[in-house]
């Protein structure tokens, strides 16, 4: 049985001009998606490396609910956990899908699990890596690359990207290709000329003094594209 969805409904679907990566596990983190949600983020990826696997599917669950009540278009992913992803989408949590690193399950397997419909992004960050993707282009949705500068929330190992970084990346893939990496609202714009989908933020959203201008920082930036 072939795993590739006949439609690409969840491309159609998905609008990653702004992602927001959560931090944290507290009320605050589905507060913030929620306000990221209303403002216009695209998605929302539920990322908590430090919890159980009953503790992330609470915090799923949470941010799910609250980002579902402030913006339905808003998509919610989990960080590499295609099984806590499965578990709140069986219960039919707003939870739509999986981002996956390299060392996480395979994709085709991720497809097979959740589904046709769900979104599955992969994280890449070289030219090596976006064309390895290119072999699995038919079972994702689009690519995460980084880091765009050096982070001290995850150390890829990579090299950053900086702004020219990403164009050689966009040129090698018909995929979406997703800036990650200490992204800031105030880069939206210079990144947006690379011809990047979009960009995930984490602490310049989670930790932005007004999320929601945040949010709206960085979409005017991809508005004014040059």
């Not at 679907?13 to 998606?33: D, F, I, K, M």
């Not at 499965?86 to 949590?93: C, D, I, L, P, S």
């Not at 990346?169 to 609202?185: M, Q, S």
């Amino acid at each position: 049985m072939n795993p590739a969805r006949p439609a690409r409904t969840a491309i159609r679907q998905l609008n990653p001009t702004c992602y927001l990566v959560t931090s944290g596990s507290s009320r605050r983190t589905a507060e913030v998606a929620a306000a990221a949600a209303r403002a216009g983020a695209g998605i929302v990826q539920v990322r908590a490396k430090d919890l159980s696997a009953a503790g992330l599917l609470e915090l799923t669950l949470a941010v799910a609910g609250a980002v579902e009540r402030a913006n339905t278009a808003t998509r919610v992913v989990v960080n590499d956990r295609c099984d806590i992803a499965f578990a709140a989408m069986r219960v039919g949590a707003h939870v739509h899908g999986v981002h996956l690193g390299q060392e996480d399950l395979p994709v085709a397997d991720a497809r097979a699990l959740l589904g046709p419909r769900a979104v599955i992004g992969l994280t890449t960050g070289t030219l090596e890596l976006v064309r390895g993707a290119q072999a699995v282009a038919d079972l994702i949705d689009y690519v995460g690359a980084g880091p765009f500068r050096p982070t001290p929330t995850k150390d890829s190992g990579r090299p950053a990207l900086g702004v020219e970084g990403y164009r050689p990346l966009v040129g090698a893939t018909n995929l979406p290709v997703v800036a990650i990496g200490d992204v800031r609202p105030e880069d939206a714009r210079a990144l947006a000329g690379t011809g990047v989908a979009g960009v995930a933020l984490v602490r310049g959203i989670m930790d932005a003094p007004d999320p929601t201008a945040a949010v709206r920082e960085v979409l005017r930036g991809f508005a004014v594209r040059p």
